[in-house]
């Protein structure tokens, strides 16, 4: 976290590109179903994030795939919504990935990035847990907890939260964005309490991310 010279606080995040952690693609698009895209990130990924660079407008939001939601359905990083019954990303093996030939990914001649996310024993989980309607710790196989946290629902619709150590995660109230919204911080709730092997998520209606038999994605990184 830090303040900028307008005075008003912001949180940033970086991420270092590393074998089975995380890796950064860019390509050209094509428009041809199969175009395949060669990765670095030396096993499959598990969570891709894709963005047009050359164009804007509302057909190149980020688009997101996710293990846990399957080659079949693609969710954006700007939307609450369900995932969309749209296979953008499929054929994802640990030297590569296909496109179908959507605009959103793969328009002829525009130009993309892509972030490649993937579990590594004791530092990052790319996971799904099913909500119990109370109290539940999700357990990442972490030894002292988690510094960043994303979930979202996808049985329904759902925000995409996120928390950090930087602002916060602890035994009480923690501050949590939404990446699909452009709303200040939320400080009033107490969604996730910190646990040595992950995190610990808590039902209340703020964020909903723990309702009864609800289905949720989440990225977390120790």
């Given at each position: 976290?830090?303040?900028c010279n307008?005075?008003?606080?912001?949180?940033s995040?970086?991420?270092k590109?590393?074998k089975?952690?995380?890796?950064c693609?860019?390509y050209?698009?094509?428009?041809?179903?199969?175009?395949?895209?060669?990765?670095s990130?030396?096993?499959?990924?598990e969570?891709?994030w894709?963005?047009c660079?050359?164009?804007?407008?509302?057909?190149y939001?980020?688009?997101?795939?996710?293990?846990a939601?399957?080659d079949?359905?693609?969710?954006?990083?700007?939307?609450?919504?369900?995932?969309?019954?749209l296979?953008?990303?499929?054929?994802?093996?640990?030297t590569?990935?296909k496109l179908?030939?959507?605009a959103n990914?793969?328009?002829?001649?525009?130009?993309?990035?892509?972030?490649?996310?993937?579990?590594?024993?004791?530092?990052?989980?790319?996971?799904?847990?099913?909500g119990?309607?109370?109290?539940q710790?999700?357990n990442?196989?972490f030894?002292a907890?988690?510094?960043?946290?994303?979930?979202?629902r996808?049985?329904?619709?759902?925000n995409?939260y996120?928390?950090d150590?930087?602002?916060?995660?602890v035994?009480?109230?923690?501050?949590?964005?939404?990446?699909?919204?452009s709303?200040?911080?939320?400080?009033?709730?107490?969604?996730?309490d910190?646990?040595?092997?992950?995190f610990?998520?808590n039902?209340?209606?703020?964020?909903?991310?723990n309702?009864?038999?609800?289905?949720?994605?989440?990225y977390?990184?120790?």
């Amino acid at each position: 976290g830090y303040t900028c010279n307008n005075g008003k606080p912001y949180i940033s995040y970086a991420f270092k590109r590393a074998k089975g952690f995380f890796d950064c693609v860019a390509y050209t698009g094509n428009s041809v179903a199969g175009h395949q895209i060669s990765h670095s990130l030396g096993v499959a990924p598990e969570m891709i994030w894709a963005k047009c660079r050359s164009t804007g407008g509302g057909a190149y939001y980020w688009q997101v795939y996710h293990s846990a939601v399957g080659d079949t359905h693609t969710m954006r990083l700007n939307e609450a919504n369900t995932p969309a019954a749209l296979s953008m990303f499929n054929n994802i093996t640990t030297t590569s990935f296909k496109l179908d030939n959507w605009a959103n990914t793969n328009e002829s001649g525009e130009t993309y990035i892509a972030y490649l996310f993937a579990t590594i024993a004791g530092i990052s989980k790319v996971g799904s847990y099913t909500g119990n309607g109370s109290s539940q710790t999700i357990n990442c196989g972490f030894a002292a907890g988690a510094r960043f946290i994303l979930i979202k629902r996808i049985g329904a619709d759902g925000n995409w939260y996120v928390w950090d150590s930087a602002r916060g995660i602890v035994a009480g109230n923690d501050p949590h964005l939404s990446l699909n919204t452009s709303s200040a911080q939320v400080t009033s709730d107490d969604s996730i309490d910190p646990h040595n092997s992950g995190f610990i998520v808590n039902q209340v209606s703020a964020t909903n991310i723990n309702v009864s038999s609800g289905t949720y994605i989440f990225y977390a990184i120790a």
